[in-house]
């Protein structure tokens, strides 16, 4: 059994346990070469364990896992985000490492803080060449996994004022990769005073990344 699996498998048992335990999981921050700043929303991903913690009793720590896409340690973590503005370039090894930690169960998260489209959809085609980003509709699980967004991804900040839109990359029929499209729910993720968000906007973005995880973890 790989280490992803076995992380879910103590997820599931903590849960039916229902004991109060030491956080056992993290989320991971993906660290990338190309310059871009893959280290955006510090306080994003701490918000969103809390809120998962108290939404769907789980138990992440939220002194979240910084990870190289090359380093074995990915396979650590079951749920991996990425995010950043700038310019993203995986090496051939780093792209192999990521394909193979997705195929052993893993699942990344990636979050377009504004700017990221143009270079995400290449290096995503390193990973997996022989497929494509797909738009899910709005009835797909993701979008109803714990609360219910009738509509898909909700709309957090303007960017080009385009619809926010979410995209999947399956690979032998699971969603492997979420990407979160002209939304930027990670901004909505950080402290109140770094965006001056709305509560509604900081709560429905909140909820979406619930649902993401919740996903991520049963899927």
């Known amino acids: 059994?790989?280490?992803?699996?076995?992380?879910?498998?103590?997820?599931?048992?903590?849960?039916?346990?229902?004991?109060?335990?030491?956080?056992?999981?993290?989320?991971g921050l993906l660290k990338y070469n190309g310059g871009g700043d893959w280290y955006a929303n510090p306080t994003a991903l701490p918000n969103l364990s809390r809120f998962c913690n108290k939404e769907l009793h789980t138990n992440f720590d939220p002194d979240y896992a910084t990870v190289d896409v090359a380093s074995p340690e990915i396979f650590n973590y079951a749920f991996i985000h990425l995010t950043g503005h700038g310019n993203i370039v995986f090496s051939n090894a780093e792209a192999l490492n990521l394909r193979t930690y997705l195929q052993s169960g893993g699942f990344l998260h990636i979050d377009d803080n504004y700017g990221l489209d143009p270079f995400v959809r290449p290096a995503l085609k390193m990973v997996f060449p022989e497929?494509?980003?797909?738009?899910?509709?709005?009835?797909?699980?993701?979008?109803?996994?714990?609360?219910?967004?009738?509509?898909?991804?909700?709309?957090?900040?303007?960017?080009?004022?385009k619809p926010a839109q979410g995209f999947g990359l399956f690979w032998e029929g699971r969603l492997v990769v979420f990407?979160?499209?002209?939304?930027?729910?990670?901004?909505?993720?950080?402290?109140?005073?770094?965006?001056?968000?709305?509560?509604?906007?900081?709560?429905?973005?909140?909820?979406?990344?619930?649902?993401?995880?919740?996903?991520?973890?049963?899927?």
């Open 131 to 161: 497929t494509e980003l797909v738009e899910l509709p709005f009835n797909h699980e993701i979008y109803h996994s714990h609360f219910d967004f009738k509509n898909g991804l909700p709309k957090i900040h303007k960017h080009d004022d």
């Open 1 to 27: 059994m790989n280490k992803i699996l076995l992380f879910l498998c103590f997820f599931a048992v903590a849960a039916l346990a229902n004991a109060p335990i030491k956080p056992a999981l993290k989320l």
């Open 179 to 219: 990407y979160s499209y002209e939304t930027d729910l990670g901004d909505g993720w950080e402290d109140i005073d770094v965006h001056n968000d709305t509560e509604e906007q900081r709560t429905r973005a909140l909820q979406m990344g619930a649902n993401i995880i919740k996903y991520a973890f049963e899927n």
